[in-house]
C-alpha cells in the first residue's frame, strides 16, 4: 500500500495498517539459550536467531537446573558439585555471587517475589526453604526419599515437590510449611507442568512412561497420559521434562532414552506426534514465540530444535558435555 493514501483512510484504519507495516519491518528480537552442562562446569551460550553457539560462561561445579530471577536480570544455577547456586548477571554474563543452597543440589524453584529458593533435598528427604537476603535456610520440610522436581504455584502460597522413591506428589503450604496432602501418582516422579488456568498438575513419571494429570482442587487423578514409541520398550521411554504454551493447549514432554519429545494435546490428553531428537532427551523449553522448542539431549551433548508447527527437527547444536537444562532470553 502506498504511504501516501495513509491520511486518506479512516484514522482507526489508518492507525491499525501504519502498526502492522511497522511490525513486518521490525527486527526480530534475539534470543539466546544458556545450556548448563554437568562435566565442561558451564553455560552454553546458543543464539536461537543463528542457531549457533556464540560462547560458553564459566559456572560453578556441575551446573544442572538453571531459572531466571523474576526481573529477568540475573539466572541462578544448582551446582551439584560446589554445593551452590550459582548467581549470574546476565549483562555481564560473570558469577556475582554464590548461595550455599545444601549438597548435591539439582533441582529448585524461585517464590515469585524471588526472595526464596525451594530446594530439594535429596539426601536428607526434606524440602529446603532458603532465604536469599540472609543466605540461609529458614526451614526443611520432611518429605518422601530422593525429592525431585519442585514448583511453586504462582500466588506463592502452595509449593510441589516429588519423591521418587515414595511416589509421591507432597503438597506444602508455604505459609506453615506443613504437608497438606501426598498424593500417588507413577513411578519416579521428576518435573510438573501446570495449566494456565491452575486447575491441573501434570507430573512426569520416568519409570512409568507417562504423566500424571492431577486436579488442584482436590488432588484426584484426572487421567494417566501413556507414552509409546515405534521401536521402543516401554522401559525406554522414561519422560522428565515437560513444559506447556501459555494458552495451555499443548503440552510437550522429553522422553528420554526413547530420544523423542511427544507433542500432547492438552484437552483430549493424547499424543498428537513423536519427534525425533537426540539421545536421552532430557529437559525441554519454548521460545517466546512458542514456534520452536528446545530439546536438552544428555547423552548426544547436544540440543535439538523443533519447528512446533511442523513438528519436525530443525537443527541439531552441540552443546557442553552431559547437558542438562536450558533457559532462553532476550
Not at 506463592?156 to 521418587?164: C, L, P
Not at 491452575?198 to 513419571?205: A, I, K, P, Y
Not at 507414552?227 to 504454551?245: C, L, N, Q, W, Y
Request: hydrophobic share 45%; aromatic share 4%.
Amino acid at each position: 500500500m502506498n504511504a501516501r493514501r495513509l491520511p486518506f483512510l479512516p484514522s482507526v484504519l489508518a492507525s491499525a495498517t501504519l502498526a502492522a507495516l511497522l511490525a513486518a519491518v521490525a527486527p526480530a528480537q534475539a534470543q539466546t539459550a544458556f545450556v548448563s552442562s554437568e562435566k565442561d562446569h558451564t553455560l552454553t551460550v546458543v543464539d536461537l536467531k543463528t542457531q549457533a553457539v556464540t560462547g560458553t560462561v564459566a559456572t560453578c561445579k556441575r551446573p544442572r537446573h538453571l531459572q531466571l530471577t523474576p526481573d529477568g536480570r540475573q539466572l541462578m544455577v544448582a551446582c551439584a558439585e560446589s554445593n551452590a547456586a550459582d548467581v549470574i548477571d546476565l549483562a555481564t554474563r560473570k558469577s556475582v555471587g554464590r548461595l550455599p543452597i545444601g549438597e548435591d543440589p539439582e533441582a529448585f524453584d524461585l517464590s515469585p517475589d524471588g526472595k526464596t529458593l525451594y530446594v530439594s533435598e535429596e539426601d536428607d528427604a526434606a524440602l529446603g526453604f532458603f532465604d536469599i537476603a540472609t543466605k540461609k535456610f529458614t526451614r526443611h520440610v520432611e518429605v518422601g526419599k530422593e525429592p525431585e522436581g519442585v514448583k511453586v504455584s504462582p500466588d506463592g502460597k502452595t509449593v510441589w515437590v516429588t519423591s521418587e522413591v515414595a511416589n509421591l506428589v507432597h503438597v506444602i503450604d508455604t505459609a506453615s510449611g506443613k504437608v497438606v496432602k501426598n498424593v500417588k501418582v507413577g513411578k519416579r516422579p521428576r518435573r510438573f507442568a501446570l495449566t494456565p488456568d491452575g486447575s491441573q498438575l501434570w507430573v512426569t513419571n520416568e519409570m512409568s512412561a507417562s504423566v500424571t494429570v492431577l486436579s488442584t482442587k482436590d488432588w484426584s487423578v484426572v487421567d494417566t497420559v501413556k507414552f509409546e514409541v515405534k521401536g521402543a520398550r516401554s522401559t525406554d521411554i522414561t519422560p522428565v521434562g515437560i513444559t506447556m504454551t501459555r494458552d495451555g493447549k499443548r503440552a510437550f514432554v522429553a522422553l528420554g532414552r526413547a530420544n523423542h519429545v511427544a507433542f500432547v494435546d492438552v484437552a483430549s490428553r493424547k499424543t498428537t506426534d513423536l519427534v525425533l531428537v537426540g539421545k536421552r532427551a532430557w529437559n525441554v523449553t519454548l521460545d517466546k514465540a512458542e514456534s520452536r522448542l528446545v530439546v536438552v539431549n544428555g547423552l548426544s551433548d547436544d540440543i535439538t530444535l523443533v519447528d512446533v508447527a511442523a513438528a519436525k527437527p530443525l537443527k541439531s547444536i552441540p552443546v557442553g558435555r552431559v547437558p542438562y537444562g536450558a533457559v532462553i532470553v532476550e
